[in-house]
């Protein structure tokens, strides 16, 4: 099946801690991005990455850290310096090169205790 | 920066009724606007999409409009089904498409 995979699903981490978020897409797609959900809030991009080893800065890269050194994955680190990372992050991915229907993973919850 | 306003936040609707949502974007540029449909604990699906050189765009009971003089675009869902009952984001992106912008959503009732 074709799609796109975050893992874990939940997860819980200590104040302090860094946490990585996994995102694997078998689409053959260039474009890939991160966006956080809160509740009223709609979906807010952290960052976005159009071609392997390059990427970029959302509205609210603060306190967070991607990677992309190949293709089909784009972590993404949520690290201590993030102030209240408590969240819904959904990972997606799109052809590229022009607008176009975002794919969505289904998602990963975060709780920080 | 760039903007996406949705309104309502939430909508209630008697199912048959007809349920009209409506967003504005701040960024000229924009000439791709998707909505997406989310269901409790699912993920976000597009369910229509329209680009700048189109006003109009219908699917079923699903159509979308878009104003590019006023930077308005709606979705308008006819003959509404329990089924129809999710949040529902409208969106905006440009050339190179590499940012999309969301509205807060929507969060649609549908009462049987």
């Known amino acids: 099946d074709g799609g796109i995979t975050q893992s874990p699903k939940y997860l819980f981490r200590k104040e302090g801690q860094n946490v990585t978020l996994s995102c694997e897409q078998n689409?053959?797609?260039?474009?890939m991005y991160w966006y956080r959900q809160d509740p009223g809030q709609g979906l807010r991009l952290i960052y976005y990455?159009?071609?392997?080893?390059?990427?970029q800065k959302g509205d609210i890269a603060e306190g967070y850290s991607v990677s992309r050194e190949k293709k089909e994955s784009f972590p993404l680190t949520v690290t201590s310096a993030q102030k209240n990372p408590t969240a819904f992050y959904l990972c997606?991915?799109?052809?590229?090169?022009?607008?176009?229907?975002?794919?969505f993973g289904e998602g990963s919850r975060l709780t920080v205790l | 920066g760039e903007n996406v306003e949705q309104h309502p936040s939430t909508l209630s609707v008697q199912e048959g009724d007809s349920a009209v949502i409506k967003c504005t974007y701040s960024?000229?540029?924009?000439?791709?606007f998707p909505w997406y449909k989310q269901e409790l604990g699912k993920r976000p699906q597009l369910i229509i999409d329209?680009?700048?050189?189109?006003g109009e765009k219908k699917d079923q009971r699903i159509a979308v409009t878009l104003n590019k003089t006023a930077k308005h675009f709606s979705l308008h869902i006819t003959e509404t089904q329990p089924e129809d009952s999710a949040v529902y984001f409208c969106?905006?992106?440009?050339?190179?498409?590499?940012?999309?912008?969301f509205g807060a959503g929507t969060r649609l009732f549908v009462k049987a």
């Open positions: 997606a991915s799109s052809i590229g090169g022009t607008p176009g229907e975002l794919f």
């Open positions: 689409l053959n797609h260039d474009a």
């Open positions: 990455s159009q071609i392997v080893n390059d990427f």
């Open positions: 960024d000229s540029a924009s000439n791709y």
């Open positions: 329209i680009r700048s050189n189109v």
């Open positions: 969106a905006a992106s440009n050339t190179g498409g590499f940012k999309t912008i």
